[in-house]
């Protein structure tokens, strides 16, 4: 009996299913499982399997099976400083002291179970929850909450703090009663601020940089229309830039993602009479269309993705012009906050928005969802 040597066996195997025969990935899938499961039996399990698993590497193995057969290595393509200036943060969790929210003093407090979270996530999960929480609120002044904490669990939930002034101890001991361990909330800069500072940032904030240079080229009336191209598809980047230009379709950008991509996109646009932009990004994934769209989001612009084999018809400035005139009638009538996405309901589907093409307004609240 060698567990360990089918175990490698396994994984040789998996790798060939990967490329090969996607329907018996889970076979092999199945069987290490299995070996997963034995292993986690008992703490003795778990050391023996260690053992073997070491002498046979096969750690070193399975991570370089996975590597091989990951179709896509999802990045957001963004530097440190972009992610840190969108307010995302890349900075590990640093706490700033603690709070007791025993004594009562809750002026300036918003404390409330955390949304979307499980007692059986890891701590860290539970602060992203919160201060994803604390994010889609305003303290009294109007203002995003400085400070948000995460409490000891309760009947009714995890309970989330989001907190206005930092009036804590200093402390590193949150352990005791009531005592919230309280965190910096991260926050960006108003559009206006991004837009001063971004021209200076080219080589610490590529794509975000060249965004805000793009700002004085586009009609302030329109939303700007973004679109993403790589690869094979740059060849038809000439064509679109034609048909855009006949339309006479205002503001539209595109995010290159690879050189020739780059180069087809700026010969269409010169020889388009500039009816195209283009924004050189990283990665090429899904996740950049959300990239280019936060980016114009950052910078106060309303955003209209559409998939670049989209086929235009017409000019949609108008028809989106009379959507968002009839959202905002609605919403006095209904006394609700007036639409922050426009998107279609996907085909044969009866609740499910289409991310094909859709409109997102540059709201804080759009801003903090995406």
């Not at 329907?23 to 499961?37: I, P």
Request: a positive charge.
């Amino acid at each position: 009996r060698c567990p360990s040597g089918v175990q490698y066996i396994a994984l040789i195997k998996l790798g060939l299913c990967m490329e090969l025969e996607p329907g018996c990935v889970n076979t092999y899938s199945a069987l290490l499982h299995m070996a997963f499961s034995d292993a986690s039996a008992s703490g003795a399990a778990l050391q023996r399997w260690l053992r073997a698993s070491a002498d046979w590497k096969l750690f070193t193995f399975q991570a370089a099976t996975m590597r091989k057969g990951i179709r896509h290595h999802y990045s957001l393509g963004l530097s440190a400083t972009e992610m840190e200036l969108l307010g995302i943060g890349l900075k590990k969790f640093r706490p700033v002291g603690c709070m007791n929210l025993a004594k009562g003093n809750l002026a300036g407090i918003e404390v409330s179970p955390i949304e979307h979270s499980s007692r059986h996530d890891l701590p860290n999960r539970w602060l992203e929850h919160c201060r994803a929480q604390c994010g889609k609120s305003l303290d009294r002044q109007g203002k995003p909450w400085p400070h948000f904490g995460v409490g000891p669990g309760e009947p009714f939930g995890i309970p989330c703090a989001c907190v206005e002034k930092l009036k804590v101890s200093t402390s590193d001991n949150c352990t005791a009663r009531g005592q919230v361990q309280l965190f910096h909330t991260p926050s960006r800069p108003s559009p206006k601020e991004l837009l001063q500072r971004l021209p200076r940032m080219a080589s610490a904030a590529p794509v975000l940089s060249q965004i805000a240079n793009t700002i004085e080229l586009l009609s302030s009336k329109d939303p700007v229309f973004v679109t993403m191209v790589f690869g094979k598809m740059a060849k038809y980047l000439d064509a679109f830039a034609k048909r855009v230009r006949s339309l006479a379709i205002p503001n539209v950008v595109v995010f290159v993602l690879d050189g020739p991509a780059a180069e087809s996109c700026a010969a269409a646009g010169a020889r388009q009479g500039g009816a195209v932009l283009c924004v050189r990004g990283e990665g090429q994934t899904a996740l950049q269309k959300y990239v280019i769209v936060l980016g114009f989001l950052a910078v106060g612009r309303d955003t209209f993705w559409f998939d670049f084999d989209s086929v235009w018809l017409q000019n949609p400035s108008a028809v989106l012009q009379r959507a968002q005139e009839s959202d905002r009638q609605a919403a006095r009538r209904e006394g609700r906050p007036e639409a922050a996405v426009f998107s279609a309901i996907d085909f044969d589907s009866k609740n499910c928005a289409m991310n094909g093409f859709f409109l997102v307004r540059a709201t804080r609240d759009s801003m903090s969802w995406l």
